[in-house]
């Protein structure tokens, strides 16, 4: 069973459109982080969030986490060609080991 | 955030055969990860390395096939033992920022195919 559930897996837009990726469990989280990897590269860090309820934003992607610190969500606006990527959500439990349990991932292809 | 670099970057490999992934942090690092990322996959822990101490591995996972060392607060290798078709993966070596335990940081990662 998938600690980290993530959806949707696959997200093919046309430029310009906006989206929402979500991350859920039912387990809560001491902090959950998103990665963004592109091919042949190892997974970039893009935010980190902590307090439940905390909204992050990253110029045209804002990222909320739950207030039970269970779930979190990445909402991009306007998607362009360059947020093409596989994007992944990861979380550290709130008790016990500290390596991150990672979601199954969403490939987003933004269309020019 | 520290910088991570593997070697090699990619390999392939024939079956039976090892090979060894070494992982240089350009900071010292108390904490470090091994994950297996299969191909269209997610990640998947392999091993925790802390150095001074045992690799502490994850269910599935077991010491004769990856074994790991890690001599310093800089350096680790993962070896993948008598590889088999099954082990072709991406392997990327992680680490704990210790300014922020909060967040990690990956290395570019291995990209291994086994014949």
């Known amino acids: 069973t998938q600690l980290l559930e993530q959806s949707p897996q696959f997200l093919s837009i046309q430029e310009g459109e906006n989206l929402t990726v979500y991350c859920n469990s039912s387990?809560?989280?001491?902090?959950l982080q998103w990665y963004r990897q592109e091919p042949g590269e190892g997974p970039v860090l893009l935010v980190t969030?902590?307090?439940?309820?905390e909204v992050k934003k990253l110029k045209r992607l804002t990222f909320q986490f739950g207030d039970a610190r269970k779930d979190s969500s990445l909402h991009i606006t306007a998607a362009q060609p360059g947020d093409t990527g596989l994007y992944l959500c990861?979380?550290?439990?709130?008790?016990?080991?500290?390596?991150?349990?990672f979601g199954s991932g969403t490939r987003l292809q933004v269309q020019p | 955030s520290a910088v991570i670099s593997q070697k090699p970057s990619r390999d392939i490999c024939q079956r039976g055969t090892s090979l060894t992934i070494q992982c240089q942090v350009d900071?010292?690092?108390?904490?470090m990860f091994w994950y297996r990322q299969q191909p269209g996959q997610s990640l998947t822990l392999i091993a925790t390395?802390?150095?001074?101490?045992?690799?502490?591995?994850e269910s599935g996972f077991v010491i004769d096939k990856f074994p790991i060392s890690r001599p310093n607060l800089t350096f680790s290798t993962l070896t993948v033992s008598n590889m088999s078709p099954e082990d072709s993966s991406i392997y990327l070596c992680?680490?704990?920022?210790?300014?922020?335990?909060?967040?990690?940081?990956f290395g570019p990662g291995t990209r291994l195919t086994v014949l």
């Open positions: 390395a802390n150095q001074g101490s045992e690799a502490t591995y």
């Open positions: 990861a979380a550290r439990r709130a008790t016990g080991r500290r390596a991150l349990t």
């Open positions: 900071s010292q690092v108390t904490m």
């Open positions: 992680s680490v704990e920022d210790d300014r922020s335990v909060f967040e990690q940081f």
């Open positions: 387990s809560v989280f001491s902090s």
């Open positions: 969030v902590v307090t439940g309820g």
